[in-house]
């Protein structure tokens, strides 16, 4: 059973910083592609970033040189450096394969205050 971890959300004002962590465990970390995701409440979760195995990554352009996405592969886990944060950057944020395929976690919340 795949299970997903999330952590490192917080309260922080705009143009703070925050580092999430994922960590993931029941399937071949290092061979996969991880993806972050976003969820408003109320509305579609969306992508955000993704790191494959090379590491190649891919953003979405709203977060496109704000956030860094990296891998540890030694501790199955992924992490999401964001910086210059937005109050649209408020969300529930999750991890999963990309494209996502397993059930996802319980996420952490990032909320940004103007």
């Known amino acids: 059973q795949v299970q997903f971890v999330e952590s490192g959300g917080a309260l922080v004002q705009a143009g703070g910083s925050l580092k999430l962590s994922c960590t993931i465990s029941?399937?071949?970390?290092?061979?996969?592609?991880i993806g972050w995701y976003r969820q408003v409440l109320g509305q579609q979760r969306e992508f955000v970033a993704r790191?494959?195995?090379?590491?190649?990554?891919l953003y979405v352009n709203t977060v496109k040189d704000r956030f860094t996405i990296s891998r540890d592969d030694a501790r199955n886990t992924v992490f999401l450096q964001m910086n210059a944060l937005r109050p649209e950057d408020t969300a529930m944020y999750y991890c999963?394969?990309?494209?996502?395929?397993?059930?996802w976690g319980k996420g952490t919340q990032v909320t940004v205050s103007s």
């Open positions: 999963n394969i990309y494209p996502f395929k397993y059930s």
């Open positions: 029941g399937t071949s970390f290092s061979s996969e592609n």
């Open positions: 790191i494959g195995p090379g590491p190649s990554t």
